[in-house]
């Protein structure tokens, strides 16, 4: 009997970071054909404080701490046959590891759900670097890029990436019973991260006048906790827990995102969780979001503040319409974008390349 092709995937963030919980971890259980391991560059505590604001000294002490932990995994695993690097394997400084992988022949893996080869300053993070040349070295020496995006995967194969397939991500919440309570006001829900949570700025305007308007309801869930707005809102923590709560008792679900190519790397994970919810995206024309959703029948695609204004009082009250984007949306994340069917895709993907 063959034995199973050893990988480790080096994730950067522990499970409750959304990307690497989309990217990599829910879809473990479904891997067949492989004996594997994971680490996370961050533990849960460092993930948490790296974006807050200050606490420079501490922040640098974590850092070496996860940098020396993660340095010890990859020493004492140098007999993997594959290494699944979700993001890079170290945020800066020379790309040893990844070289000493070449050097033992080991195959190389890079899964990119942002834009990472352009420049996008942190205001958290002490370390002001460009980041972007050394993703470009890694995309050039991975023997394939797994991208969250077409875009993401057609400007790799520009930067020289041997390899590059665009692979949907897999959406891990579907809900099978899509009644919804009857909320009056609306209930708008925004989900995600600090570091996307200021995109929020970007349509104070038309929330504040829908507020004003219907009196609409908005909640936060995994945002920044000292960010503030001019409309009302509540922001809660994320937790699986608080995340269900809220897509199970939300109308519509909120994603403006900025004009830039930055934006264009996003890979719809906020949508397409809306969607699998029974929750309404109404989201940013642009990028991977012109692809996911179907204007005017899955969701609805803003330009300018009038647009957010439009769409949310067009659902209000519009229990119909409301429905009919609910059904359409529960068959398409079932038929598309099944975790089984996509662990499989992403299986089969590393097979190749070993």
């Not at 993703?135 to 050039?140: A, C, L, P, S």
């Not at 009644?179 to 970007?202: E, F, H, I, V």
């Not at 507020?211 to 936060?220: F, P, R, V």
């Not at 012109?290 to 957010?308: A, M, P, R, T």
Request: proline share 3%; glycine share 6%.
């Amino acid at each position: 009997m063959k034995n199973k092709l050893k990988i480790i995937f080096l994730t950067k963030y522990p499970e409750t970071g959304a990307s690497s919980r989309y990217r990599v971890y829910q879809y473990l259980p479904h891997f067949q054909k492989f004996d594997f391991k994971t680490q996370s560059l961050y533990t849960n505590y460092s993930f948490q404080l790296i974006y807050q604001n200050g606490h420079v000294l501490k922040k640098t002490i974590l850092t070496l701490k996860d940098y020396l932990s993660r340095t010890w995994f990859i020493l004492k695993n140098l007999d993997t046959d594959v290494v699944y690097m979700q993001r890079e394997i170290f945020a800066f400084g020379p790309l040893w590891a990844e070289h000493i992988y070449r050097l033992l022949g080991i195959k190389l893996i890079f899964d990119l759900d942002d834009a990472l080869f352009i420049n996008k300053k942190n205001k958290n993070n002490p370390f002001k670097l460009d980041k972007a040349s050394r993703v470009i070295k890694i995309i050039r020496h991975s023997d394939l890029v797994i991208a969250g995006n077409t875009w993401i995967r057609d400007e790799c194969k520009k930067i020289g990436a041997k390899n590059a397939v665009h692979i949907d991500v897999a959406e891990s919440v579907l809900f099978e019973n899509l009644s919804r309570p009857k909320n009056q006001p609306m209930k708008a829900l925004w989900l995600g991260s600090p570091t996307t949570s200021k995109y929020l700025t970007l349509i104070e305007k038309p929330l504040k006048k829908i507020q004003e308007t219907i009196g609409l309801e908005i909640n936060i869930v995994g945002g920044g906790a000292n960010s503030t707005y001019s409309f009302k809102s509540q922001c809660i923590p994320w937790s699986k827990t608080t995340e269900t709560k809220y897509l199970m008792l939300s109308d519509i679900g909120l994603m403006p995102l900025p004009e830039n190519d930055w934006s264009k790397g996003k890979c719809g994970g906020k949508a397409r969780t809306y969607m699998a919810s029974g929750v309404i995206p109404i989201v940013s024309d642009i990028g991977y979001n012109k692809d996911l959703i179907k204007h005017g029948k899955s969701g609805f695609l803003c330009n300018e503040n009038q647009d957010w204004y439009n769409y949310i009082k067009l659902l209000n009250g519009n229990s119909e319409l409301q429905n009919q984007i609910r059904d359409l949306n529960y068959s398409t994340v079932k038929s598309n974008f099944d975790k089984r069917k996509i662990a499989k895709i992403i299986e089969n993907a590393i097979l190749n390349v070993s």
